[in-house]
């Protein structure tokens, strides 16, 4: 009895560690979807209210560079700005749910105004940055402030 009660254990820490993982990388990109305006019996109730945006994040010797995957959505439904070294990504994704004859018997898209906000992990010249979309993903370069690389400095006696 006491080796199956250590294979649970040990399945059960598997699992736990398994979730664990999926929280702590997944949790900024679950995105909230919000319906608000819709009316009370509008099919849009139905839609899920979150979703997941995944983002990278990485730098160069010169930038930063953001990729958010928001398929769906229309070029001009999207605002992106930067403040505070915090770039913000806010957008309508709209729905063609409601339409007579279509009876649903899956969704798992989420349908409504979104914002998602990453921290960058450095200063940047937000003036500079460029922004592209395509093929359904964000994607945001911004120059970083100071661009020079490091410098060893001789230290006198």
Not at 71 to 78: V, W
Not at 112 to 118: A, V
Not at 140 to 156: F, Q, Y
Request: hydrophobic content about 35%; overall charge negative; cysteine-free.
């Amino acid at each position: 009895m006491e080796p199956f009660k250590n294979l649970i254990e040990q399945a059960w820490e598997k699992l736990t560690e398994g979730w664990r993982e999926l929280l702590t990388r997944g949790s900024g990109s679950l995105t909230h979807f919000s319906t608000e305006g819709a009316g009370k019996n509008d099919s849009a109730q139905e839609f899920p209210q979150w979703s997941l945006l995944a983002a990278e994040t990485w730098e160069t010797a010169l930038s930063v560079v953001i990729r958010l995957e928001i398929p769906g959505i229309a070029e001009d439904e999207l605002v992106v700005d930067i403040h505070e070294n915090i770039l913000r990504v806010r957008g309508e994704k709209r729905s063609s749910v409601g339409q007579e004859g279509r009876r649903y018997h899956l969704m798992e898209r989420a349908y409504g105004h979104f914002e998602r906000s990453i921290s960058l992990p450095q200063d940047v010249d937000q003036n500079q940055a460029e922004v592209s979309y395509r093929d359904g993903v964000l994607t945001v370069i911004v120059p970083k402030t100071n661009t020079l690389p490091p410098r060893r400095l001789p230290v006198s006696k």
